[in-house]
T-cell receptor, first 115, second 111 residues
Framework: DAGVIQSPRHEVTEMGQEVTLRCKPI?????LFWYRQTMMRGLELLIYFNNNVPIDDSGMPEDRFSAKMPNASFSTLKIQPSEPRDSAVYFC?????????????FGPGTRLTVT | TQLLEQSPQFLSIQEGENLTVYCNSS?????LQWYRQEPGEGPVLLVTVVTGGEVKKLKRLTFQFGDARKDSSLHITAAQPGDTGLYLCAGAKNYGQNFVFGPGTRLSVLP
């Protein structure tokens, strides 16, 4: 079974441009998480969805960030306009409800560089 | 201020040595997880512990959850270069809540 799929793996863009990151969760998983990882702040939860509905977006840094999950197999994280301080590795993760051990499965990440 | 502290921040050892890394907090957690992350990849779950005092073993790795459920340790016996990576602990205060991650311990095992 394929794991969590993210695209692109690397993105380099100029400040002010729109960036869209994509995620396909593991089939059958009903929770989807977006994280950001930096050296300074570590791994931070940005937003998560349950059954395609956003549940908690308190980790989203500001209005420039938005996330959608139009169906159970696809989610996007958009940054508009992008800024250099948004440079980080963005991870998507999924898990299935009812799992006693709350196993999250992470994708390989998208490394974003904003110049 | 980090909810979870991990120590040491960096650790470099020779192949065959034993090591212990720690995850500490002033908060009580209902469950705690350990992940290993290799360069260019996402974190991979190693274990979840949910009972105070619980000990779990995964081959050469031994995980312990503190009696008060505020801390945890990961002990690796006879470390191998393949153990190299970033070890992250993550805790959830209540069942069903999301996990908060610690800053990680970066381990390097030299051949």
């Amino acid at each position: 079974d394929a794991g969590v799929i993210q695209s692109p793996r690397h993105e380099v863009t100029e400040m002010g441009q729109e960036v869209t990151l994509r995620c396909k969760p593991i089939s059958g998983h009903d929770y989807l998480f977006w994280y950001r990882q930096t050296m300074m702040r570590g791994l931070e939860l940005l937003i998560y969805f349950n059954n395609n509905v956003p549940i908690d977006d308190s980790g989203m840094p500001e209005d420039r960030f938005s996330a959608k999950m139009p169906n159970a197999s696809f989610s996007t994280l958009k940054i508009q306009p992008s800024e250099p301080r948004d440079s980080a590795v963005y991870f998507c993760a999924s898990r299935i409800s009812g799992s006693y051990l709350y196993e999250q499965y992470f994708g390989p990440g998208t490394r974003l560089t904003v110049t | 201020t980090q909810l979870l502290e991990q120590s040491p921040q960096f650790l470099s050892i020779q192949e065959g040595e034993n090591l212990t890394v720690y995850c500490n907090s002033s908060s009580v957690f209902s469950s705690l997880q350990w992940y290993r992350q290799e360069p260019g990849e996402g974190p991979v779950l190693l274990v979840t512990v949910v009972t105070g005092g619980e000990v779990k073993k995964l081959k050469r790795l031994t995980f312990q959850f503190g009696d008060a459920r505020k801390d945890s340790s990961l002990h690796i016996t006879a470390a191998q270069p393949g153990d190299t990576g970033l070890y992250l602990c993550a805790g959830a205060k209540n069942y069903g809540q999301n996990f908060v991650f610690g800053p990680g311990t970066r381990l390097s095992v030299l051949p």
